[in-house]
């Protein structure tokens, strides 16, 4: 689970989706607008790097403390 800053509305959560998508070894994401989590399921390569580049990438800001 990530906790990602910056979420409104339906299309800020498309925009995160279609971003982490692009990342081969995700294959699926959820994300709840209400609390900004983002729930991720990948394989063991995952980077979670990868995953916050792009969370940026999309424009939105992922807290690695919550
Ligand atoms: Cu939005």
Known sequence: MIAV???T???CVALISD?????PT???ISVNLDTGAVEV???????IEDLH???RQ?????NPTA
């Open 5 to 7: 800053e910056g979420m």
């Open 9 to 11: 509305c339906r299309n």
């Open 19 to 23: 971003e982490l998508m692009t990342l």
């Open 26 to 28: 995700v294959s699926a």
């Open 41 to 47: 399921s990948a394989d063991a390569a995952l980077d």
């Open 53 to 55: 580049q792009a969370i």
């Open 58 to 62: 999309a424009g939105y800001i992922p």
